[in-house]
């Protein structure tokens, strides 16, 4: 009995020492300054919208409010943080500081889709996979399919928010999805009646695929073409190919 009490007394102890400990680095960790910003920048999409000096940059406010030598806690940090999350290209972001006094600015960079062109290039655009417009960046240009009206004329800025635009925001993630049509797919046109259209980095073809409706399918009968046609008869022979149609490829 006396030894199970004795046991329970050092595990209570070791348990206070622990809690101890733990407040300590917390009360060191909270009145130490920050000696240094360390960024972090995610890279999954080999984007490059944002800079570790850009980053440092929205944390000091352009420099008006130096992060060096203060002591930012809990309320502080979220402000920070908030203020990363609010640039376009940031998609989530988390501000820490470490024991031994460094900042850490961790980013995932928001990745866009497509570019929207207008016929004044200057109200150009990104899409993300969300639907969400984003700015051009003076920074990085994106490899990314560009999309248009065909014959001119921008798209609306509710393009891809509504429900009847969706089937279009799908068939832009499927491209983006698959590199062999992330590297293939060049200029996406969306025609008069809502169907689509695109040319290809390779192949003088003018692909007409219809409605954005089924996307997966309407790909496979296209690689079905590549794998078949210009092999044999060569990629010049055909410049319009239309897979709109169920089991049926249209080739001129």
Not at 89 to 105: E, K, P, S, T
Not at 199 to 213: H, K, L, N, S
């Amino acid at each position: 009995m006396e030894k199970n009490v004795r046991n329970l007394l050092v595990a209570f102890a070791c348990l206070l020492g622990l809690v101890a400990a733990a407040a300590f680095a917390a009360f060191r960790q909270a009145h130490r300054p920050v000696s240094d910003i360390v960024v972090n920048i995610a890279n999954e999409s080999n984007n490059y919208f944002i800079s570790e000096r850009g980053v440092t940059a929205l944390l000091t406010n352009g420099g008006k409010e130096p992060v060096l030598g203060t002591m930012p806690e809990g309320p502080r940090l979220r402000v920070l943080e908030a203020r990363l999350k609010a640039h376009p290209f940031v998609r989530d972001a988390q501000v820490y500081r470490d024991l031994a006094g460094n900042l850490h600015a961790d980013i995932h960079q928001n990745h866009p889709i497509a570019r929207l062109v207008h016929p004044d290039d200057r109200l150009d655009s990104y899409v993300d996979a969300e639907g969400k417009r984003l700015p051009l960046s003076p920074l990085y240009t994106a490899r990314v399919a560009t999309v248009s009206r065909a014959g001119g004329g921008g798209l609306p800025t509710t393009f891809f928010q509504d429900s009847t635009s969706r089937g279009y925001l799908d068939f832009l993630r499927y491209v983006d999805e698959h590199p062999f049509w992330h590297a293939q797919v060049a200029e996406v046109f969306v025609e008069p009646g809502g169907k689509l259209s695109f040319t290809q980095q390779v192949g003088d073809q003018r692909i007409e695929f219809g409605p954005p409706e089924n996307i997966s399918e309407k790909f496979a009968k296209l690689m079905v073409f590549y794998r078949q046609i210009p092999s044999v008869l060569g990629w010049d022979t055909y410049h319009r190919v239309n897979v709109e149609y169920q089991n049926q490829i249209i080739c001129e």
